[in-house]
């Protein structure tokens, strides 16, 4: 039988990430033999890169700190040269279960959905985030099913799968930090078909979270602006 | 005609010498001509507004504004909105530029690897 994940490649963006890394390729290895994994460094000061090195696996090295959506583009670029049918974006802290991944890929390989969007809140699961979190995930999945009519529950899920054609349009046109609300409504206006899968998700085990205090009072701003302006502009 | 008053020497004189520091950065190469036009063309208005006095008065009366101090102070405003304007979008291009360039040199990072990765194991 071949191998279901042979045309998949998992994109892992990673920033400062030398503590959990390991563990999660060699997680990934372990739970999805055979697929092929890309990190893109964002600007790591640690050893982050080397250590994704000595496990065999490719590294595209920001010079700088550009952003997690910056990130994924970088990955997406490198799945579309080198031919891949599908890129799953996969967290390098352990919050996402490799063992999802045949789960996650299916119903776009399927042609169900463009994008799968593994998500914590479609069947109950123990994973409590911050009150913070929850607020702006109820508030951003509200302006997602207001805006384009799609029920996303968590639209800040860093697990998911893009279908070859959408990774070839983000390429291009792709938001630098926060790939989330806007991105789903700006894919959403474009005609590609969003679903969510239910997958559990963990705690993140080592450092730092992409989503820093600074950065959770620009957040809100930034995503409704960005979510208004992927509404006004004309899908291209 | 109508003398100019202390105000509006000092104010037309600073616009003056801003336009010849600006013009001089042009020629040591600090300042590039592109950025030099916004200044200098502000400038120049300031200046023929402050040793203008009739045209400075008309334009005060025909805009509906009281005082001619303020005619001056709103289109140095103007100019400072649009100038900031301006730099804010430039920088948003450069952003972008710096992206694009970060990315490619990721990718030509990754290529040389290869490529010496191969060399070496060629010659073993």
């Known amino acids: 039988m071949p191998n279901p994940l042979s045309d998949v490649l998992v994109i892992v963006p990673a920033h ?136 996303i529950s968590d639209t800040t899920s860093g697990f998911r799968a893009y279908g070859r054609e959408v990774m070839e349009v983000c390429r291009w046109d792709f938001p630098k930090d926060f790939p989330d609300a806007p991105l789903l409504i700006a894919l959403a206006r474009r005609g590609f078909r969003l679903q969510e899968v239910p997958v559990t998700m963990r705690r993140r085990e080592a450092g730092r979270s992409f989503y820093t205090l600074g950065k959770s009072l620009y957040y809100p701003y930034k995503n409704m602006l960005a979510s208004l302006m992927a509404l006004l502009r004309r899908p291209t | 005609m109508t003398f100019l008053s202390r105000a509006q020497i000092i104010v037309a004189l600073g616009a003056v010498a801003l336009a010849l520091v600006v013009l001089d950065l042009v020629r040591r190469r600090r300042l590039s001509e592109e950025y030099s036009l916004l200044w200098v063309a502000a400038t120049a208005v300031i200046a023929v507004l402050g040793f203008s006095t009739p045209l400075l008065q008309a334009l005060t009366r025909g805009l509906g504004i009281l005082y001619e101090g303020s005619t001056v102070f709103a289109f140095g405003l103007a100019f400072a909105l649009a100038m900031l304007l301006h730099l804010s979008i430039k920088l948003s291009r450069m952003g972008h530029e710096n992206h694009v360039l970060a990315r490619e040199i990721a990718f030509l990072r990754l290529e040389l690897e290869r490529l010496r990765d191969g060399g070496d194991r060629g010659n073993a």
Do not use: W
């Not at chain 1, 290895?29 to 050893?47: E, N, Q, Y």
């Not at chain 1, 490198?78 to 045949?102: C, F, S, T």
């Not at chain 1, 463009?114 to 607020?135: E, F, K, N």
């Open chain 1, 16 to 151: 400062d990430e030398e503590e959990s890394l390991p563990a999660t390729l060699d997680e990934v290895a372990r739970k999805a033999p055979g697929v092929d994994v890309l990190v893109v460094d964002d600007g790591s000061h640690d050893r982050t890169a080397e250590l994704a090195r000595e496990r065999g696996v490719p590294v595209l090295r920001h010079p700088v700190n550009l952003g997690v959506g910056a990130a994924l583009q970088t990955g997406f670029r490198y799945a579309v040269e080198r031919g891949y049918a599908i890129g799953v974006q996969l967290d390098a802290d352990g919050q996402h279960d490799p063992a999802a991944l045949e789960g996650l890929v299916a119903p776009v390989r399927d042609g169900a959905c463009d994008v799968a969007i593994g998500s914590r809140y479609v069947t109950r699961s123990d994973y409590r985030a911050p009150l913070a979190r929850r607020l702006g995930m109820v508030l951003f999945s509200g302006v997602v099913r207001i805006a384009v009519g799609v029920r």
